[in-house]
């Protein structure tokens, strides 16, 4: 069964440094997402992307972040100067469809990079 | 207005219990509503959802009920195994406005052998 695969597992790195968090999204999927979930908390939507640009956004997701889909296949979450409440496991998932009224918004999840900033 | 409230926040069962979650919503452009069940160390996996033109949808052991009217949807999980241990969210969409999930803050749920 085809699946959303995220590198790495786990990502340690220092206040103020920046990081890229990789996803390999399901192949035909058009539709890619980043969520976060700090230990013990609910999963906070941060971003969708569809067709090279940033569809929507949430008031998490500001000028430290940034994504990228850098060639067919990578999604990537660049947190330019790390803070200690950027540690979290972050979620990259991805739909085929945007869902509307007729179609199912199924969106696939990746088992997550867990962020821990020092 | 964007919130889903969920509960119990943790729930331990016997095996072959029927554990029942709770989620509740304000915002009516809500008209997607998926659970999904997370593993330790995993990323949440959908389990199943609804649409509110329907009040119940089935498959296999795990059941929603939805109350359009109340603004409200459980999952029902009928004859719990060991294996259902997991946490659990509810979540909401629209597809008047994205595609991103709004979830609740999960249910830790425990089945017993």
């Known amino acids: 069964e085809p699946e959303v695969t995220q590198t790495p597992s786990h990502q340690v790195t220092q206040m103020g440094q920046e990081v890229i968090l990789r996803c390999v999204p399901i192949s035909n999927h058009l539709y890619f997402y980043w969520y976060r979930q700090i230990l013990g908390q609910k999963v906070e939507f941060l971003v969708s992307f569809y067709n090279n640009e940033i569809s929507e956004k949430s008031e998490i997701f500001d000028d430290q972040f940034s994504v990228e889909r850098p060639d067919g296949s990578n999604f990537t979450l660049k947190i330019r100067s790390t803070k200690l409440e950027d540690s979290a496991m972050y979620f990259c998932?991805?739909?085929?469809?945007?869902?509307?009224?007729?179609?199912?918004?199924?969106?696939?999840f990746g088992a997550g990079t867990r962020l821990s900033v020092l | 207005q964007q919130q889903v409230k969920q509960s119990p926040q943790s729930l331990i069962v016997q095996k072959g219990g029927i554990p029942i979650i709770n989620c509740a919503y304000e915002n009516t452009a809500f008209d997607y509503f998926p659970w999904y069940q997370q593993f330790p160390g995993k990323g949440p996996a959908l389990l199943i959802a609804i649409r509110p033109d329907v009040s119940e949808k089935k498959e296999g052991r795990f059941t929603i009920s939805f109350n359009k009217s109340a603004k409200q949807f459980s999952l029902h999980i009928m004859d719990s195994q060991p294996g259902d241990s997991a946490t659990y969210f509810c979540a909401a969409s629209s597809h008047n406005y994205g595609q991103n999930f709004v979830f609740g803050p999960g249910t830790r749920l425990s089945v017993l052998p």
């Open positions: 998932a991805s739909s085929e469809d945007r869902g509307s009224k007729l179609a199912k918004n199924i969106q696939y």
